[in-house]
């Protein structure tokens, strides 16, 4: 079969990016312009400032991505990007970038669901990797546990009830002082502690999540005793989220009888929980997740999955639109 070289764009949140990844896994260029500076100054992503430094990067970013991966724009077979979830402003830069290219060199569009792309970074990194696997999806905005029964079937099978985990560490983060992105600071702080104090675990019948009580008990412990130690916190935070993220996902495995478990988003960078799945490895199980530059927004996660859905002629046409709260099966 010919190769397929699929360009990627990605611009749901706050990183400009495009990639270009040939036959789905073998990445020639990743390019993010991370905005992470701009936001850092107002605690968190302001979406009108996003869409417009998408603006200003875009096209940059897309040149480098072609130039970066020693190929001419007319080799470009596809063109994948992210319609959803995220900001809308931000969206529809990236988006309708893709249609003014797709028209312009006359290949096809892919419309690519985000949460799709954080699971397909798996590919990229794992290339005997293969469905049908669970992945847990962690990210800023998602936590959901996924039965992937092909490359582009999904049954949600476990979803939060209210926050998502990497909200939970960005919320944590904030108010102990740490500030923005929370995520990797706490990660590097609770190494330095230990997971000493007692925080609630959330246990539901189904296989859903809720991780607003763990963080609403770490806010009031570090209101009520300022002095209280922040590495211990932190620490004890994440064991508590860990264990109800492994608890559901073994509770899955189990029913499905499936042992390839993989993790995906922003928060499978965490240390922590990548070793603690890691420890599942000795029962048995066989756990993935992807390089960290892989785990946080990407376009060559977006080229991945695009291609997967190019070769089950999934198109779109020129009426393609942002779809802000696209769910895993839309
Ligand atoms: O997937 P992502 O880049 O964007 C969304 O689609 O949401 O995920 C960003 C999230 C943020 O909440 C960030 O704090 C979290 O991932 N994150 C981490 C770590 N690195 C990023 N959370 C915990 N530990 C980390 N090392
Ligand atoms: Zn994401």
């Known amino acids: 079969m010919k190769d397929i070289y699929a360009l990627g ?58 130039k970066k991966a020693g190929i001419t724009m007319e080799q470009i077979d596809i063109i994948s990007c992210t319609y959803g979830p995220g900001l809308v402003g931000a969206l529809l830069v990236g988006v309708s970038y893709a249609k ?35 992945c847990l999806v962690i990210s800023g905005g998602h936590t959901h546990l996924v039965h ?19 909200e939970a560490f960005d919320k944590v983060a904030r108010v102990i ?23 609630p675990k959330t246990k539901f019948d189904n296989l859903d999540f809720s991780f607003s009580g763990i963080k609403t008990a770490v806010i009031n412990l570090h209101h009520k005793n300022p002095e209280i ?8 935070f994440e064991k508590v989220v860990t264990e109800e993220l ?17 993790l995906a988003g922003g928060v499978s960078s965490n240390s922590y929980i990548r070793n603690e799945f890691l420890k599942l490895q000795d029962e048995g ?13 990407n376009a060559a996660m977006i080229a991945s999955s695009g291609y997967y859905q190019y070769l089950q002629g999934k198109t779109a046409d020129l009426t393609l639109n942002a779809v802000p709260n696209l769910k895993i099966n839309d």
Do not use: W
């Open 9 to 66: 764009i990605e611009s749901s949140c706050d990183e400009t990016s495009a990639a270009i990844v040939k036959n789905g896994r073998e990445v020639l260029s990743n390019v993010i312009h991370s905005q992470i500076d701009i936001h850092e100054q107002f605690g968190g992503v302001v979406p009108e400032i996003a869409s417009r430094n998408h603006v200003d990067a875009i096209s940059k970013v897309v040149q480098e991505s072609i």
């Open 100 to 134: 003014g290219l797709s028209y312009a060199l006359n290949k096809p569009l892919i419309p690519t669901n985000h949460i799709h792309g954080h699971i397909a970074a798996n590919y990229i990194s794992h290339k005997e990797l293969e469905p049908p696997f669970l």
């Open 148 to 166: 992937i029964k092909t490359y582009t079937e999904f049954e949600i099978l476990g979803k939060t009830r209210d926050d998502a985990v990497g």
């Open 177 to 199: 002082g740490l500030g923005y992105p929370g995520g990797p600071k706490v990660d590097k702080l609770a190494k330095e502690g230990s997971p000493n104090i007692e925080l």
């Open 229 to 236: 130690n922040k590495a211990d916190l932190c620490s004890s």
């Open 246 to 262: 492994i608890d559901n996902t073994l509770k899955a495995a189990k029913i499905l009888n499936i042992n390839k478990i993989a």
């Open 285 to 297: 199980y066989k756990i993935y997740y992807p390089e960290p530059v892989l785990c946080t927004d």
